[in-house]
């Protein structure tokens, strides 16, 4: 079992920055795909990035369009921890962000996750 932990968010005026947090417990994630998921009240959750296993300059990524050159998602292994690095932040960005594992390869689909944190709100507004 995997215990995922989120911090970091917060309230930030448009164009700010943020640095997420995500900490693994339980096991080691070294062999996990981990990934970063957002949503609003209404709507799907969604996926901002996600990181393959591999935590050096070799790690395959993926953003969504809306983040890309904004949002930068790394890897820890040693310290079971996960980062979203969120800057130039845009009121569309307000959410409750989530951390997400899982044990395979990266996939942009939430269903694919079996491990979750409890989510930390963003907000980003004037």
């Known amino acids: 079992q995997v215990q995922l932990v989120e911090s970091g968010g917060g309230l930030v005026q448009p164009g700010g920055s943020l640095r997420l947090t995500c900490v693994a417990s339980?096991?080691?994630?070294?062999?996990?795909?981990m990934a970063w998921f957002r949503q609003t009240s209404g709507k799907e959750r969604e996926i901002v990035a996600n990181?393959?296993?591999?935590?050096?300059?070799?790690?395959?990524?993926y953003y969504r369009d809306s983040v890309k050159g904004r949002f930068t998602i790394s890897r820890d292994n040693a310290k079971k921890t996960v980062y979203l690095q969120m800057n130039t932040l845009k009121p569309e960005d307000t959410a409750v962000y989530y951390c997400a594992a899982r044990d395979g390869y990266s996939s942009r689909s939430q269903s694919d996750y079996h491990y979750w944190g409890q989510g930390t709100q963003v907000s980003v507004s004037s």
């Open positions: 339980g096991h080691s994630i070294n062999d996990f795909a």
């Open positions: 990181i393959d296993w591999n935590g050096g300059a070799a790690a395959v990524k």
